[in-house]
């Protein structure tokens, strides 16, 4: 168990339907990124929250959002969804200082 | 071109033999690389991160990074059966991975018992 809890593990929805994928960081972590991995683009870094601000944006969709609540726990919201948004969805956490990622066990998201 | 270009594999070596591991990159404002290791249904667990240019070891682990070349290479020694999974190389421009890490897409080893 790495500390990081991400939770559904598996979802199965319908094209345009909206999704929500929930992260509970490390604890300490003031740090949460969410990523997405399908084979054939890789890991992608989507977003980004520090302590409940967003600080970064990567290869996120304006059909995606994302929030990081005061007990840290982050949401990442999946809007009008398309057959191609199926993927493997990561998020990580980190303390602030350069300590590597610790990634969760990934929420896969499957639509039909 | 692709940031980040790494052999997809799969890499399959007997036990006990050394691996290599490698990627390439093209922007030159990387300063920060990891390694990741990925089990089958399973998040990415960092194994080696550096900085700049030089060799960091690890137990049977040696990450190396030449700048000049814009490559980065991972060592594993004593190759385990249990080695066996997909490693992924990682970069970052900034310390703490603040815009991000930028993955390549992993390199499938299979360690032959």
């Known amino acids: 168990d790495s500390g990081v809890t991400q939770t559904p593990k598996h979802l199965i929805t319908a094209t345009g339907q909206r999704v929500t994928l929930r992260c509970s960081p490390r604890?300490?972590?003031?740090?949460v990124y969410w990523y997405q991995q399908s084979l054939d683009q890789g890991l992608q870094f989507l977003i980004q929250y520090y302590n409940g601000e967003e600080r970064a944006k990567g290869n996120i969709l304006e059909r995606f959002s994302a929030q990081q609540f005061p007990d840290l726990h982050s949401e990442l919201n999946l809007s009008s969804l398309e057959l191609g948004d199926s993927a493997l969805y990561f998020c990580?956490?980190?303390?602030?200082?350069?300590?590597?990622?610790?990634f969760g066990s990934g929420t896969r998201l499957t639509v039909v | 071109q692709k940031e980040v270009e790494q052999d997809p594999g799969p890499l399959s070596v007997p036990e006990g033999a050394i691996v290599s591991l490698n990627c390439t990159y093209s922007?030159?404002?990387?300063?920060?690389f990891m390694w990741y290791r990925q089990y089958s249904r399973k998040g990415p667990e960092l194994l080696m991160y550096t900085y700049s240019s030089g060799n960091k070891e690890d137990g049977r682990f040696t990450a190396q990074v030449d700048k000049s070349s814009k490559y980065i290479s991972l060592f594993i020694r004593d190759s385990q059966p249990s080695d066996s999974a997909t490693y992924l190389c990682a970069m970052s421009a900034s310390g703490g991975g603040a815009d991000g890490l930028t993955f390549g897409k992993g390199t499938h080893l299979i360690i032959q018992p």
């Open positions: 922007n030159s404002a990387f300063q920060y």
């Open positions: 990580a956490s980190t303390a602030g200082l350069w300590d590597g990622y610790t």
């Open positions: 604890s300490g972590d003031l740090s």
